[in-house]
Nanobody, 124 residues
Framework: QVQLVESGGGLVQAGGSLRLACAASGRTFNTYTMGWFRQAPGKERDFVAAIMWSGSLASYADSVKGRFTISREYAKNTVFLQMNSLKPEDTAVYYC?????????????????WGQGTQVTVSS
């Protein structure tokens, strides 16, 4: 069993930065692939980034490549999403999620555990 709690969201001006954190509980956290998704009002939940359990592989949506970085800190059972050069279109609720394998990482239905989400608002 894995429980996920996101934090770090807020209001920021375009061009600014935020770092989201997802704290995980459970002994097997280090064996899970961790992903970040986001959902804007009236839209579907979209893939943002994912990182393999080992940290050796990471993937990003084209819309955030070069601006966002996913990382994980094993000692703190936490995965981070560093978001730079934020744009108004990045405004959404951001969710972290966990799954056992590094396959089909962009599909929401593949993830077993989800956090409650944290709001990110980017003003123009």
């Amino acid at each position: 069993q894995v429980q996920l709690v996101e934090s770090g969201g807020g209001l920021v001006q375009a061009g600014g930065s935020l770092r989201l954190a997802c704290a995980a509980s459970g002994r097997t956290f280090n064996t899970y692939t961790m992903g970040w998704f986001r959902q804007a009002p009236g839209k579907e939940r979209d893939f943002v980034a994912a990182i393999m359990w080992s940290g050796s592989l990471a993937s990003y949506a084209d819309s955030v490549k070069g601006r966002f970085t996913i990382s994980r800190e094993y000692a703190k059972n936490t995965v981070f999403l560093q978001m730079n050069s934020l744009k108004p279109e990045d405004t959404a609720v951001y969710y972290c999620a966990a799954k056992r394998s590094y396959t089909a990482i962009m599909k929401t239905t593949e993830y077993e555990y989800w956090g409650q989400g944290t709001q990110v608002t980017v003003s123009s």
